[in-house]
């Protein structure tokens, strides 16, 4: 079982940035990758960025230049620096811990979700 828990959401305005944080119950050199995922209503869960246990990142497109995902492993806690916001990345940001076992199976584990709001 892991379990993680977001925190750093909130209101902010356009252009403004905001950190959000994902803490992990495991330690995260045991966790192939992790990723921060939103979901904005009416609208599907997306990928926003993720990393693996050996610093490879990837981004969404649309946050490409202005999200930066890095990870603390003495810390067990993933982070999402977000910087000049837009309207449109409002929506509940998930963070996602995926393990992979030896078997091939790969298990998922996600947070409870923490709101991001990006007023005009």
């Known amino acids: 079982q892991v379990q993680v828990v977001e925190s750093g959401g909130g209101l902010v305005q356009a252009g403004g940035s905001l950190r959000l944080s994902c803490a992990a119950s495991k330690s995260i050199s045991s966790i192939n990758a992790m990723g921060w995922y939103r979901q904005a209503p009416g609208q599907q869960r997306e990928l926003v960025a993720a990393?693996?246990?050996?610093?490879?990142?990837n981004y969404a497109d649309s946050v490409k230049g202005r999200f930066t995902i890095s990870r603390d492993n003495a810390k067990n806690t993933v982070y999402l620096q977000m910087n000049s916001l837009k309207c449109e990345d409002t929506a509940v940001y998930y963070c996602?811990?995926?393990?992979?076992?030896?078997?091939?199976?790969?298990?998922?584990?996600w947070g409870q979700g923490t709101q991001v709001t990006v007023s005009l």
């Open positions: 990393i693996t246990s050996g610093n490879k990142t």
């Open positions: 996602k811990c995926e393990i992979t076992v030896i078997s091939g199976t790969v298990y998922a584990y």
